[in-house]
């Protein structure tokens, strides 16, 4: 029992302080890193691509990285209550975590544009959910209205301990391979994900323990993409739910890591994100939601662009939620099931090895 895993604030103590009695933990962290040839081919042979499967932590997504320790500072400060705006994953997260610690919890959601995968799962935690008749944007300026009167905490991205936490995706990719990579691909929704990830670099290669820092691309969805357009999207709208969000609250952050890592942010459409959920799932056995593979997507787009990734290079994708996530999706594009009579001889018929 003396090497138990116990998540992240366990893993990291000198960048995660806080209280031992406080911890609320799922024992989310240590994700693996998937190795991705057949992507690597089709990207430029002699890369060597991973995955860092954040669909495979407590909840399904990477947002119990920041949760564990925004959850656990509430549960410090003697906080009875937390708060979140939600797509989803946040609203699943902040709910389990919650359970477990014995607040209580109520998020806000846009109406009909949550994946039910994640909506289940925040009913089944016990959450107060509430759905706005309006989108992520309005959901989140009314939380943060809501919270600054100190009765509840919110435990949105705006939340430094949930950034905070976010950033040991990095530490774990840099003690893995024992050095950053050369670039780190990501999805880019509300921000925080790309911020932290720079966040966690940095502090790494500062402390000497990589000898350098990676190049952050990030993607957005081509209906719901204000950092690459320059301007606030009023009315987001891809079926990557997940980033579906106009005015990301990381914004400014964001740009700070492009800028920093001498990386880039674009945009891809939803036909090129529907391409690269099915490659990840047919190609190379694992099954994302769709603002995951916008990551891929993005991968797939700047590829085409002459001599953009080198061999010899190491590139790391997140991958950010699994893809049960949102089953809706994934049965829409995917062949429908033949019936056929319970009969040997139509078996072989319909094989026909």
Not at 179 to 199: L, Q, R, S
Not at 261 to 272: A, C, K, M, N, P
Not at 289 to 312: C, D, H, M, W, Y
Not at 322 to 348: C, F, R, V, W, Y
């Amino acid at each position: 029992m003396a090497n138990h895993y116990q998540g992240i604030i366990k893993a990291y103590p000198q960048y995660l302080p806080v209280q031992e009695k406080s911890i609320v933990s799922l024992c989310e962290g240590a994700t693996p890193l998937l190795e991705a040839p057949k992507l690597a081919e089709r990207l430029c042979p002699g890369t060597t691509i991973y995955l860092k499967l954040e669909g495979l932590n407590p909840t399904g997504s990477f947002k119990d990285r920041g949760m564990t320790y925004a959850v656990s500072k509430a549960h410090e400060a003697g906080s009875k209550a937390i708060i979140c705006a939600s797509t989803g994953n946040t609203s699943a997260s902040a709910a389990a975590y919650a359970a477990r610690s014995g607040l209580r919890c109520i998020v806000l959601i846009p109406d009909g544009k949550i994946a039910l995968g994640k909506l289940s799962q925040a009913m089944m935690h016990g959450a107060e959910v509430l759905q706005i008749k309006g989108n992520f944007d309005d959901a989140l300026r009314m939380v943060k209205e809501f919270s600054q009167s100190g009765k509840v905490t919110l435990v949105n991205s705006v939340n430094p301990f949930r950034l905070i936490g976010q950033r040991t995706l990095a530490y774990e990719v840099v003690d893995e391979l024992g050095e950053a990579p050369d670039y780190h691909v990501m999805p880019v929704g509300n921000a925080g994900n790309i911020t932290a990830h720079w966040g966690g670099y940095k502090t790494y290669f500062e402390e000497k323990k990589s000898k350098k820092l990676p190049k952050l691309l990030g993607f957005q969805a081509a209906g719901a993409a204000p950092i690459v357009l320059g301007h606030v999207v009023e009315n987001p709208e891809t079926l990557a739910t997940a980033i579906r969000i106009g005015n990301p609250a990381s914004w400014q952050y964001a740009l700070e890591a492009q800028r920093e890592s001498q990386g880039l942010i674009d945009s891809v459409t939803d036909e090129e994100i529907l391409e690269a959920y099915q490659f990840l799932a047919r190609e190379e056995g694992y099954f994302c939601e769709p603002a995951s593979a916008a990551t891929v997507a993005g991968l797939f787009k700047i590829s085409r662009q002459n001599n953009f990734f080198k061999a010899g290079e190491v590139i790391v994708c997140t991958l950010t939620g699994h893809g049960l996530k949102d089953p809706d999706n994934a049965i829409k594009i995917s062949p429908k099931p033949k019936l056929i009579n319970a009969s040997m001889q139509e078996l072989e018929k319909v094989i026909s090895i």
